[in-house]
């Protein structure tokens, strides 16, 4: 019998999309300037694009089709069927555009805040398909700051019997980029930025503020 003890733990990959298109859209959307209804577009476009990174690695199979003009093997994705989990409410402004690139994928909702004096996630809403322990399960939510809401949710997902999970976001903070690795190495992150530092309210500087509030207009 193998001694998996003796099995250093797979470090997942970080993955920093740094796309002329993807950083282009990020400065649009840092700027205070940009309105809610520019703001939501563009965090559509940006969550297509990392979603095409973030799918790169899908399984795949071929296939027997006929084009018009002659029989082929083609190649479609197989392995595991995918759920995208949004942490509530800025992670649903990230889903419009995953489902663009996803059609059939499943969507889970886990609802978090942040307690304002702690800044520890305190979980209100949870729901999920019931075979999500045999999908492989893409968590989003725009902004990963102290990285509380993104352990936590994965610590959930983990116990629910999930294995295979990555996290997509649009901003990372070090300190958040950091706990998450620390407590999830085996989840692949796939980001379009890292920022230095965290504020005394735990807003990733210089950010793009409030995600939840820009998206949907609510300051
Ligand atoms: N959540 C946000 O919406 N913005 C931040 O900067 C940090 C957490």
């Known amino acids: 019998m193998t001694d998996l003890s003796a099995v250093p733990p797979v470090t997942a990959s970080v993955m920093v999309v740094d796309h002329p298109l993807v950083?282009?859209?990020?400065?649009?959307?840092?700027?205070?300037?940009?309105?809610?209804?520019?703001?939501?577009?563009?965090?559509?476009?940006?969550?297509?694009?990392?979603?095409?990174?973030?799918?790169?690695?899908?399984?795949?199979?071929?296939?027997?089709?006929?084009?018009?003009?002659?029989?082929?093997?083609?190649?479609?994705?197989?392995?595991?069927?995918?759920?995208?989990v949004s942490i509530l409410r800025a992670g649903n402004g990230f889903l419009d555009g995953m489902l663009d690139l996803l059609p059939a994928a499943r969507v889970g909702h886990i609802g978090l805040y942040r307690d304002p004096e702690t800044l520890e996630p305190i979980e209100y809403y949870f729901k999920m398909p019931e075979d999500i322990h045999e999908r492989l399960v893409i968590v989003v939510d725009p902004m990963l700051a102290t990285g509380n809401s993104a352990i936590a949710a994965l610590n959930r997902l983990k116990e629910a019997g999930v294995s295979t999970l990555k996290y997509v976001c649009l901003i990372a903070s070090r300190q958040g980029l950091t706990a998450l690795r620390a407590a999830h190495p085996d989840v692949a992150i796939v980001t379009a930025a890292i920022d230095e530092e965290l504020n005394e309210h735990g807003y990733i500087v210089p950010g793009l503020g409030d995600a939840g509030d820009r998206l949907y207009g609510t300051k």
Request: include cysteine.
């Open 23 to 84: 950083q282009h859209k990020v400065t649009l959307v840092r700027s205070e300037d940009t309105t809610t209804d520019n703001f939501r577009r563009l965090v559509r476009e940006i969550s297509q694009l990392l979603t095409y990174e973030a799918t790169r690695d899908l399984a795949m199979e071929t296939i027997a089709i006929k084009t018009p003009i002659a029989p082929m093997q083609s190649p479609v994705l197989s392995g595991k069927k995918l759920c995208l």
